[in-house]
């Protein structure tokens, strides 16, 4: 899968995003509507994209979410394709998923539709081009709640205008055990940018994964929006890559010493937590960038980050019991950090 991949500048951001939140005009927001209400968004959207030839139609399957398990729905969030919110049942829900995983209409969330594009690395001008596509599409044959003078209407008045956000998932391990992190999350809240932890609003910071975003919409243009963005997330890559090499400079043999341990821990750990996990792989992560660790590549790193979630687990092995799905990831990361040396050499 896509998330898989190491793209641009993927030793600091593993995946960016693009997120265009739209409304139908006339139906109550998902909160407000009833359940005829809320199926018929999901019919007119399902028809906008799955009963119309467009280049969309054959990537694209629906899935409702209203039969899923909660296990499964977490799975899927784990996977940053639908949010922690979709997981409630009081609502009417589904999502419009391409095959690859990259495209995903997110139904009767806060807002009727929330198109996300996501791609690896930093590469918010695809995400942005695939999003404004898929919007054009499905405006063909619904018609969206719109203001000559606001723009798109949404439910969060920090939406309302573009309905764009943008987001990058960073790694930033050398910020974070500077202790200089929090200097640049206040300084990005200063610039009107949103930092949450690896699963969006309300979430912590694990494995020094951190998820920016934009917090205003209103008042620019899409293109407007993605240069300052841009321009802000270079400046965050600048200074995680400068801290990197200072703390390789002035602390060189602690920094290594820490990073070989959990290279060994992951390798023959028999019981691991999730959290653990994350830590430890965070730590190889940051060696093989730095060039300690040269025997496991930042893919296979990336791969095991999702294989050993909690609901991921928990789908594929069928595992409701925590201490069996700890020592299932442990066995799950052995087994990965083996195949990852062994296609090295």
Known sequence: MWYTECGKDGDVVLSSRVRLARNLKGIPFPARANEEAQN?????????????????????????????????????????????????????????????????ILLNEEDHIRIQVMAAGFDLERCFQDANQVDDLM??????????????????????????????????????????????????????????????????????????????????????ILEKFKQIVEEVIEKEREMRKRLLQTQKYKLEDRLMRSLGILKYAVILNSDEAMKRLSDVRLGIELGLIGDITLETVNSIIYEVLPANIMKKYN???????????????RERMEEGCSKID
Not at 55 to 75: G, H, N, T
Not at 319 to 333: F, G, H, M, Q, Y
């Open 40 to 104: 018929l968004v999901l019919s007119r959207c399902r028809e906008a994209m799955l009963e119309r030839e467009n280049p969309w139609q054959r990537q694209v399957k629906f899935i409702d979410l209203s039969v899923m398990e909660p296990y499964e729905k977490q799975a899927i969030a784990e996977r940053h394709l639908i949010s922690p919110q979709m997981m409630d049942n009081n609502v009417k829900r589904g999502i419009l998923l391409s095959d690859d995983n990259q495209l995903s």
């Open 139 to 224: 405006e063909e044959t619904v018609e969206y709640a719109f203001d000559n003078r606001i723009g798109y209407l949404t439910c969060c008045p920090t939406n309302a205008g573009t309905g764009m956000r943008a987001s990058v998932m960073v790694h930033l391990p050398a910020l974070t055990l500077s202790g200089t992190v929090n200097q640049v999350i206040d300084s990005l809240a200063q610039l009107g940018m949103t930092v949450r932890g690896i699963f969006g609003e309300g979430s912590k910071a694990v494995g020094n994964l951190y998820q920016i975003s934009n917090q205003l919409t209103l008042g620019a243009t899409e293109e407007d």
């Open 319 to 333: 595992l409701s019991d925590p201490t069996e799905r700890d020592l299932k990831r442990a066995e799950i990361v």
